[in-house]
């Protein structure tokens, strides 16, 4: 992967995290593909390397902290970063990837729909958070491999 970076003359894979690893971490087939994870989430140089990955079409590999995989004619690129905290890697399970890095975001991501709802059937917005808004949650963040 990284020898048709250098023969584009592309050098920003040099200041990659993972410019000296196991590239097998970052592929479909990887048991340990969180560990790859972890070492994306603290790269640097994601952006130009999501970019590369969609641009070669690379599928079924981890680009820019992102599981990129085929969406019918197009890449998707897949956010591989708890979608409730934030900061965590997600879970790789058997069937998929999880939204959610825990059992504890998940309960609380739920929680949280819960009471939006809740909250828009009778009109009050009080312990509601507006979309986007960052999430207030004590939560461990990824240990550097």
Known sequence: MHASRASTGQDWWRQAACAHSDTDWWTDTCPDRARGVRIC???????PCLADGLAHEDVGVIRGARLLRRAGSRTEAVRLVCAHCGCCPVRFTPTGISR??????????????????????????EGSRPAGSPVTIEHRRAAAP
């Open 41 to 47: 989430l603290g790269c640097p140089v994601q952006e």
């Open 100 to 125: 959610y890095c825990d059992q504890g975001c998940t309960e609380a991501a739920r929680r949280s729909r819960a009471e939006r709802r809740t909250a828009g059937r009778h009109g009050s917005t």
